[in-house]
């Protein structure tokens, strides 16, 4: 795959549109089942650009954004926001519709100001949710109207903004159904842990620093972690370091040396076993796969 395309600017978004020969005159892009056919991107990869879309059939095929594990199912609308690492564990077939889109197609109408605040497209938001047979519907006809009209420049932003209100809408209808409290409690801890995470993995890699600044201990918090998300807080942290590691392994043209001093460790030595450990193979290997 290094072949094919400079990894120093390779960008998902980018080479899918390219590779489906799409329009790069227009801020989005539409993907469908047949899209990544031929993508072969089964490494972990940076977003640069924002994703909306919904899962009509499946039985479950795992996205990992971050440290954390998806089941896309049918009925699953999934939401994704620039920065984060992600990954297909296998071959993502199930018929779904999708629109992949950067803050350009907003131009002019305050982007930044809408999109900053769904908090599905950032780090600590529910980036899965699963909808009733009524709701995908309505989500359906916003995508069949976004295929009929997709020339048409001006019509477009209106149309995903509608998408975007709805998958907002949606999120609010399920963040306000009945919880009990301990099942609420675990949530919020899970969801807080993972923004702190995001935000300070560089700095911070021990599980004290982030049950400390939740006010709870670190043996519940990672009892939390292995109710709410199947993993320790301590394999979270260690997980979410290796996503990102192995996306600038395969994305960028730094060093070795350079990633380990962009992610935190002290030196490379200590990158490369704590990279092995993990992945069961060393950095350089896992460059050249």
């Known amino acids: 795959m290094q072949k094919k395309f400079n990894l120093k600017s390779f960008n998902l978004y980018e080479f899918l549109k390219h590779q489906n ?8 892009f539409l993907a469908d089942r047949h899209t990544y056919k031929n993508a072969h991107v089964n490494f972990p990869f940076r977003t640069f650009s924002y994703g909306i879309g919904i899962t009509y059939t499946g039985k479950g095929d795992v996205f990992k954004i971050g440290s954390t ?6 009925r699953s609308l999934t939401t994704v926001g620039p920065g984060m690492v992600c990954q297909w564990a296998g071959n993502y077939t199930a018929e779904h519709d999708t629109v992949y889109f950067t803050e350009e197609l907003f131009e002019g109408i305050k982007a930044k100001s809408f999109l900053h ?7 600590g938001g529910n980036h899965v949710i699963q909808l009733t047979d009524e709701q995908v519907k309505k989500i359906r006809s916003l995508f069949a109207l ?12 209106g149309i995903v903004h509608a998408l975007l209100m709805l998958a907002n809408t949606f999120h609010s209808v399920q963040n306000n159904k009945p919880k009990k409290e301990s099942a609420s409690r675990r949530e919020v801890i899970t ?3 993972r923004k702190l995470v995001a935000d300070n993995f560089i700095q911070h890699k021990e599980v004290a620093y982030y049950a400390k ?6 043996k519940y918090l990672s009892e939390v972690l ?5 993993k320790s807080a301590k394999n979270f942290i260690d997980e979410f370091v290796m996503m990102e590691a192995k996306s600038l392994l395969k994305q960028t043209t730094m060093s070795i040396q350079e990633i380990c001093q962009w992610l935190g460790f002290e030196d490379a030595s200590h990158f490369t076993k704590s990279f092995k450990k993990q992945v069961k193979n060393t950095p350089t290997r896992y460059r050249k796969g």
């Open 69 to 74: 594990d998806y089941s896309l199912k049918a």
């Open 117 to 123: 605040a769904l908090p599905f497209f950032f780090h």
């Open 146 to 157: 976004l295929k009929v009209l997709q020339d048409e420049k001006n019509a477009i932003p």
């Open 21 to 28: 020969t799409h329009s790069f005159s227009l801020p989005f």
């Open 191 to 193: 969801q807080e842990f």
């Open 213 to 218: 600044h939740l006010n709870i201990t670190p």
């Open 226 to 230: 292995q109710f709410e998300l199947g």
